[in-house]
């Protein structure tokens, strides 16, 4: 089987599903919003800031794609009634959901734990960890009324074995590995819904140019020239894959 990288999506890939991201404004959320628009889907583009998503649904009607749907919300405060109210509007909408691409994710300090502020802590953990989980478990009615679907956690390395120094963003990511493990199990035999984590790797984003300041952001790919993983955990080629962890970048 050729490497998650290296996968070549045809150009109607995700064409007829409908896929939500999370953090769909900047970075690698809007990279693989654009992506996946580009090969066919209807994009739900989900985030807190409104100038950002406009730009991005302008960019997709601009290049010929199907008309995206905003979704403002806050990962930060938002509760599980804002949750199911957005699963409720997907149904009645789109009908069902076929993906979810959980991006959303906050850096909070790189200091020593025993110096690490609690309440940074708690909004670090709501945001990268207990917001895939709530928005997932309420989400799960639009998924299972696809044929079949694709749940992605966005993980990182420090998730895989923990680091000095990178705190609750680190803790964050072992939790959404599990979860996305536990999950997966769950739903092997219950459902057509696979469930994966994916580790977009070194990408020349703002939260790794703020991680790692004197990094040249140039040695670094564009968010853009990581999307083939992406493509491949939401379309049909990765039928069957369930409960991994992929690297964006190959490894």
Request: charged share 15%; glycine share 10%; proline share 6%.
């Amino acid at each position: 089987m050729q490497p998650a990288h290296l996968y070549q999506a045809p150009p109607d890939l995700l064409a007829g599903r409908n896929i939500l991201v999370t953090g769909a404004g900047d970075g690698i959320g809007r990279a693989a919003t654009l992506a996946f628009a580009a090969h066919g889907a209807t994009v739900v583009l989900l985030g807190r800031t409104q100038a950002k998503l406009d730009a991005v649904y302008d960019e997709i009607v601009a290049n010929g794609g199907a008309e995206p749907v905003i979704q403002l919300l806050d990962l930060k405060s938002a509760g599980d009634e804002s949750y199911r109210a957005l699963n409720e509007a997907i149904v009645d909408t789109l009908g069902c959901l076929h993906g979810v691409l959980h991006n959303a994710a906050l850096l909070g300090p790189r200091t020593p734990l025993e110096q690490y502020p609690t309440a940074k802590w708690l909004e670090v953990m709501a945001v990268n960890l207990s917001a895939p989980f709530a928005l997932t478990k309420a989400l799960m009615p639009a998924l299972r009324l696809a044929p079949e679907a694709s749940i992605v956690f966005s993980s990182s390395s420090v998730g895989r074995r923990g680091r000095a120094y990178w705190g609750a963003y680190a803790v964050s990511k072992f939790g959404i590995e599990g979860l996305s493990q536990v999950l997966a199990d769950e739903l092997v035999n219950t459902s057509a819904i696979r469930v994966n984590c994916i580790n977009p790797g070194a990408t020349n984003t703002a939260m790794r140019r703020e991680a790692y300041p004197a990094e040249a952001p140039a040695s670094n790919p564009q968010p853009a020239q990581i999307m083939a993983a992406y493509l491949y955990l939401m379309g049909p080629a990765s039928s069957g894959v369930t409960g991994c962890s992929l690297d964006a970048q190959g490894g």
